[in-house]
């Protein structure tokens, strides 16, 4: 059987914990930071677990991890 390709833009995005928990940032800490205030630029700083809805879809493109 052939090896199995990972997903390369999912596996810049994702790492695990070290639960076997999937970790990602958060989005919105890019651009038009002025209009932010310093607590919501301080906590989208954090990463967080990825939601179970979608961890199984991040898995099958991350075969190996």
């Known amino acids: 059987m052939p090896k199995q390709k990972t997903s390369r833009g999912a596996a ?13 940032r958060k989005a919105y800490l890019r651009h038009i930071l002025t209009s932010k205030t ?11 677990v990825v939601d179970p809805t979608n961890a199984r879809a991040i898995e099958r493109l991350l075969p190996y991890l």
Request: hydrophobic fraction near 20%; charge should be positive; avoid cysteine.
């Open 12 to 24: 810049k995005r994702f790492k695990l914990t070290g639960s076997g928990k999937l970790k990602r």
């Open 38 to 48: 310093r607590k919501q630029k301080r906590h989208l700083g954090k990463s967080v």
